[in-house]
T-cell receptor, first 112, second 111 residues
Framework: DSGVTQTPKHLITATGQRVTLRCSPRSGDLSVYWYQQSLDQGLQFLIQYYNGEERAKGNILERFSAQQFPDLHSELNLSSLELGDSALYFC???????????FGPGTRLTVT | GIQVEQSPPDLILQEGANSTLRCNFSDSVNNLQWFHQNPWGQLINLFYIPSGTKQNGRLSATTVATERYSLLYISSSQTTDSGVYFCAAGRSNFGNEKLTFGTGTRLTIIP
């Protein structure tokens, strides 16, 4: 158990819908990262937050957005969902804005 | 950005065998991590090893930063070692860091 929690574990939704994935970092960690794992793209970095501020952005679609709240939990919002958004979404956390990252169990999203 | 290549892509071994997994990265890094993704999809941290050598039980890892590669050694393989092993590299810049993952090595241990 890494100490990073993600909810829900599984999510099945239809095309065009909007979902929110939630992540709680390890106690004391200030930085949260989101990654997407799909069969065709592999594991890809989406976005990083540090103490509430966006720090780094990867290949995140405009339909996706994220935020980190004052209690340091983070949410990833996915809208206008397409079949290709079906993937495993991981959240990770680190103590600072760099250093070892610990991954949560992931949220498996299926878009039908 | 940083490119990460892993080899071999697939490895099938008998229980008890030893193996070496390789990770090459294209640029200098200050974060290098090895993960094991189990059949349930969980990413398990194995090593944080931007340089040097570390050991944890039957597993050990070495990163030669100047030559831009890292090796993961698994000795006396067990069936529970099966899964996909990922290497991920990153370079922090002003407090931001993203990990670039390789495509993984799928390890299958046969009883």
């Amino acid at each position: 158990d890494s100490g990073v929690t993600q909810t829900p574990k599984h999510l099945i939704t239809a095309t065009g819908q909007r979902v929110t994935l939630r992540c709680s970092p390890r106690s004391g960690d200030l930085s949260v990262y989101w990654y997407q794992q799909s069969l065709d793209q592999g594991l890809q970095f989406l976005i990083q937050y540090y103490n509430g501020e966006e720090r780094a952005k990867g290949n995140i679609l405009e339909r996706f957005s994220a935020q980190q709240f004052p209690d340091l939990h983070s949410e990833l919002n996915l809208s206008s969902l397409e079949l290709g958004d079906s993937a495993l979404y991981f959240c990770a956390s680190s103590a600072q804005g760099f250093g070892e990252q610990y991954f949560g169990p992931g949220t498996r999203l299926t878009v039908t | 950005g940083i490119q990460v290549e892993q080899s071999p892509p697939d490895l099938i071994l008998q229980e008890g065998a030893n193996s070496t997994l390789r990770c090459n990265f294209s640029d200098s890094v200050n974060n290098l991590q090895w993960f094991h993704q189990n059949p349930w999809g969980q990413l398990i941290n194995l090593f944080y090893i931007p340089s040097g050598t570390k050991q944890n039980g039957r597993l050990s890892a070495t990163t030669v930063a100047t030559e831009r590669y890292s090796l993961l050694y698994i000795s006396s393989s067990q069936t529970t070692d099966s899964g996909v092993y990922f290497c991920a590299a990153g370079r922090s810049n002003f407090g931001n860091e993203k990990l670039t993952f390789g495509t993984g090595t799928r390890l299958t241990i046969i009883p």
